[in-house]
C-alpha cells in the first residue's frame, strides 16, 4: 500500500502530464516540492517499481500456458509462456489479454497470468536476480561487512546471481550453498525475464534435445579392454585399411567396431580373433592390413585405435559397419554407416 506522500506525488505527476510543467506556476512549484520532500528514497522505489509493471504480465504457472491465435481455449496454439517469462500487454478482452513476448504476439487467459503487484511479486519468485558490476573492481567477501574478509574479486561489466538485500549488502549464493555477499552500491540488479516460444522453436529445441540425448547415449564409454602394443597398431592398421580417408569420428567408429566384438560372446574375445576371422574384414585377407602394420599405421589410426581401447565409441555398440551406399539403416559417420 502506498503511502500518504507516495498517493500525492502520483496524482501531482498525472497533473504534470496533463498540464506540462509550464502550468505549474510558483505555488504549483512549491507544491510539488513540499510533496517530494515528504518521499522517502523506499517511497519512491516503490513507485517506479508498480510504474515498471504497468503494461506487463508475467507468466502465473509452474510450467506452461499455451499462447493462442483467438482469445479461446479451443483456438490454434501459437506459443508458450513458462514460468518466469514476462510479456507487454496489447489488448483485453473478457477473461483475456493479448500479449507480445518473444517471437510470439497472442491471447492468453488470463487465469495463468499476473499484473501489477502480483506480477512484481511472481518476478522475484520466480525470476533470477542478476547484478552487473558497474565499478572496475567489485570484492566479494564472506560477511555483510567492510571488515570482512575479501575472498573474491569481480570486474566491471561481469553478472553474478544475487539473492535478497540486507542493509546495503547483497548476497551472492552459490549452487553448494555457500552465501557471501557484495555491496549494493557498485552494482546494477535487474531481473532476467524469459520470453515466450513459437511452435517452431520448441520442436527445434526438441530435435536439438533429442540428437544430443542420442549423441550421448552413442558415445558413452563403455570400458577399456587390455590390449598389447601389437595389438594396439594391428587395430590402428585395420582402421586405416578401411577408413584411413574418413574424418577421426569415423575412424573411431571403425575401432569402437572391433573392440565391441571383442567384448561380444557372438565374436572372438581378442583383437586378432576379431580382425582376423573369416569373411569378416577384406583387407585383413588381401594382406592390406599386415602391409600398413609393417610400415606403421599414421597418427591419427593410432589415436582412433587407442581411443577404442580405452573404451570409447561414437556408434555405441554398433558391431556392424557397411559402405553408405549399402542401404543398410544405422548411423551414418562419413562413408560408412554403422549398425
Given at each position: 500500500m502506498w503511502k500518504k506522500g507516495t498517493v500525492s506525488l502520483l496524482?501531482?505527476?498525472m497533473w504534470l502530464c496533463l498540464t506540462g510543467f509550464a502550468g505549474l506556476g510558483n505555488e504549483g512549484e512549491d507544491t510539488l516540492n513540499?510533496?517530494?520532500?515528504?518521499?522517502?528514497?523506499?517511497?519512491?522505489?516503490?513507485?517506479?517499481?508498480?510504474?515498471e509493471w504497468r503494461g506487463k504480465v508475467m507468466a502465473k504457472v509452474e510450467d506452461s500456458v499455451s499462447i493462442r491465435a483467438e482469445a479461446s481455449k479451443d483456438s490454434e496454439v501459437l506459443g508458450k509462456l513458462y514460468k518466469g517469462c514476462a510479456g507487454s500487454i496489447l489488448e483485453?478482452?473478457?477473461?483475456?489479454?493479448?500479449?507480445?513476448?518473444?517471437?510470439?504476439?497472442?491471447?492468453?487467459?488470463?487465469?495463468?497470468?499476473?499484473?501489477?503487484?502480483?506480477?512484481?511479486?511472481r518476478a522475484a519468485q520466480d525470476v533470477s536476480k542478476m547484478a552487473t558490476v558497474m565499478t572496475q573492481t567489485l570484492k566479494v567477501r564472506d560477511e555483510?561487512?567492510?571488515?570482512?574478509?575479501?575472498?573474491?574479486?569481480?570486474?566491471?561489466?561481469?553478472k553474478i546471481e544475487v539473492g535478497q538485500e540486507l542493509d546495503g549488502w547483497l548476497e551472492i549464493i552459490y549452487s553448494d550453498g555457500e552465501v557471501d555477499y557484495i555491496s549494493a552500491e557498485y552494482v546494477e540488479v535487474s531481473y532476467e525475464y524469459g520470453e515466450a516460444k513459437t511452435m517452431e522453436e520448441i520442436a527445434a529445441e526438441e530435435a536439438r534435445r533429442k540428437a544430443?540425448?542420442?549423441?550421448?547415449?552413442?558415445?558413452k564409454n563403455l570400458g577399456a579392454v587390455a590390449a598389447s602394443t601389437n595389438e594396439l597398431a594391428l587395430l590402428a592398421a585395420l582402421i586405416q585399411a578401411e577408413g584411413g580417408n574418413q574424418?577421426?569420428?569415423g575412424q573411431l567408429a571403425i575401432g569402437a567396431v572391433v573392440m565391441n566384438r571383442v567384448r561380444s560372446p557372438r565374436?572372438?574375445?581378442s583383437i586378432q580373433g576379431v580382425i582376423s576371422a573369416p569373411g569378416q574384414f577384406g583387407p585383413a585377407a588381401t594382406g592390406k592390413v599386415a602391409s600398413i602394420m609393417a610400415a606403421g599405421p599414421k597418427a591419427s589410426c593410432m589415436q582412433a585405435a587407442q581411443a577404442a581401447i580405452n573404451g570409447e565409441t561414437t556408434v555405441g555398440t554398433a558391431t556392424s559397419f557397411r559402405n553408405v551406399n549399402s542401404g543398410k539403416q544405422g548411423i551414418v559417420i562419413g562413408n560408412h554407416v554403422f549398425w
Open positions: 496524482f501531482a505527476m513540499a510533496l517530494l520532500d515528504q518521499l522517502s528514497v523506499e517511497d519512491v522505489q516503490e513507485l517506479l517499481e508498480d510504474e483485453e478482452a473478457d477473461g483475456w489479454t493479448k500479449i507480445e513476448s518473444g517471437k510470439v504476439t497472442g491471447w492468453v487467459s488470463n487465469d495463468y497470468l499476473a499484473f501489477g503487484e502480483e506480477a512484481k511479486e555483510a561487512s567492510t571488515e570482512a574478509d575479501v575472498i573474491d574479486l569481480i570486474g566491471l561489466g561481469e544430443e540425448e542420442e549423441k550421448a547415449k552413442r558415445t574424418p577421426y569420428e565374436y572372438p574375445n
